[in-house]
């Protein structure tokens, strides 16, 4: 159960990241404070400073999600010539990059299975999509991804239910001959 101060404490938190994102990816804001004379310099110092924490605290959970993740793999499903490759290091600054700039945990989470499940020997035909697909979802809003996943879980009830309406049919078929 979390206490009025902690669910006080994470709305401060939000509004303030959204703050700063919106601040440091917005000239049209950034620009006018830092003209204000002697203040807007220090302004925007500190604007960057609650960005560079922002960006620890994204980099710090990125790496325990990876961790979790991880640890959930059997090592022999590991593709480790891979790993050592370019392409995976690549789509790894990716994954970093783009934790960096999302406050959602959701979104990092699937950076960090897609970058992870790229590595898996079952996946190598899947390989050289891992870069389209971090692309993609950074490009997506979290509204976005929760939309889609809600449309797959639908659609995978309704195969589900197609599939047992086939069935009955082919069980009343057959018991008809």
Not at 103 to 108: A, D, L, M, S, Y
């Amino acid at each position: 159960m979390t206490s009025n101060s902690d669910a006080g404490e994470s709305k401060i938190e939000k509004t303030s990241e959204q703050f700063v994102d919106m601040y440091l990816n917005s000239p049209d804001i950034r620009n006018p404070v830092l003209q204000i004379p002697v203040l807007g310099p220090v302004i925007d110092f500190v604007i960057i400073t609650l960005s560079r924490d922002l960006e620890k605290k994204r980099l710090l959970r990125t790496f325990q999600i990876i961790h979790e993740e991880i640890i959930r793999i059997n090592e022999n499903m590991v593709d480790f010539s891979y790993i050592e490759g370019e392409e995976f290091h690549d789509n790894m600054r990716r994954l970093f990059e783009y934790s960096i700039r999302t406050r959602h945990e959701e979104k990092i989470r699937w950076y960090c299975r897609i970058l992870i499940g790229s590595a898996l020997l079952e996946n190598v035909k899947e390989r050289g999509s891992a870069e389209d697909f971090l692309i993609f979802l950074s490009e997506l809003t979290t509204t976005d991804i929760l939309v889609g996943k809600e449309i797959y879980e639908r659609q995978k009830m309704c195969l589900k239910g197609t599939g047992l309406i086939l069935v009955q049919k082919t069980i009343q078929n057959l018991s008809m001959l």
